[in-house]
């Protein structure tokens, strides 16, 4: 846990890996990450003050996995009667084709595509957020990634991640057991093992973001323009 182990691979990423584990493992994301991504107190915190009762505001979920963050966020907002218009995507076929099929609001979209693709159709959005993604990425993907972020977002950028610790370690180690049948015990494990500490993703992270502690387990890559523009 002294360093991070950048050479390991979380089963769900293999090209040919179980396509029936695979679907269990999307499916179980939900519930995970309700329970520890804590999500609902960054919708709360950062993202609702964003939003309007009278036009909508935009955001992005990039690398949106099964796109559960995607639902959750635009159920959240419809029940505040909040309008919120939701854009998830995810380079892999697998985690589009998934998302796509499940039911979802009205104003929740997926594409399978990454940041750059919509860079480069000069898209933008108020809001840009990922979960779960930095630890999957090498240095040049991750200043990628928060460069688009800066080009997309207009109003907030905001990348949650596991923080890399023995105890967030060990605790998910026990309370992923009930998780059968699918990757989500072994690839969570994988991906703390993955995971920056506070002060490596200080020192990664460029000019202009902050880096927050969200929880005892997690950390946040937040900007914020100097100048949005509307």
């Known amino acids: 846990m002294r360093r991070r182990a950048v050479d390991a691979v ?30 609902r107190r960054l919708y709360c915190r950062e993202i609702r003050p964003l939003l309007s009762r009278d036009s909508a505001t935009t955001l992005l979920d990039v690398g949106c ?11 959240w907002s419809g029940r505040d009667k909040l309008l919120l218009d939701v854009t998830g995507i995810d380079p892999d076929a697998r985690a589009y084709s998934y998302a796509s099929r499940r039911p979802h609001h009205v104003s929740v979209r997926f594409r399978q595509a990454d940041s750059s693709d919509l860079v480069r ?18 240095p040049a ?14 109003r907030l950028s905001l990348h949650n991640d596991l923080r890399r610790n023995l105890a967030a370690y060990a605790l998910f180690s026990l309370a992923a057991l009930p998780f059968r049948g699918s990757f989500i015990r072994a690839d969570g494990l994988t991906s703390i093992r993955r995971s920056y500490t506070l002060a490596e993703l200080t020192a990664a992270a460029p000019p202009g973001w902050r880096v927050a ?17 509307d």
């Not at 979380?10 to 991504?37: G, H, I, W």
């Not at 996995?65 to 159920?75: S, T």
């Not at 159709?121 to 993604?133: A, K, L, T, Y």
């Not at 929880?215 to 914020?224: A, D, G, M």
């Open 10 to 39: 979380e089963m769900m990423d293999l090209p040919d890996c179980d396509p029936a584990k695979l679907e269990l493992t999307y499916r179980q994301f939900e519930l995970v990450n309700r329970l520890f991504s804590g999500w």
């Open 65 to 75: 996995g099964g796109g559960d963050l995607a639902r959750q966020l635009a159920h």
């Open 121 to 138: 159709e000069g898209r933008r959005f108020d809001v840009v957020i990922s979960n779960h993604v930095i630890h999957h990425l090498l």
């Open 141 to 154: 993907e991750l200043a990628q990634l928060l460069t688009d972020s800066q080009v997309l977002a207009r």
């Open 213 to 229: 502690r969200h929880s005892p387990f997690h950390q946040v890559l937040i900007h914020r323009p100097d100048h949005p523009d």
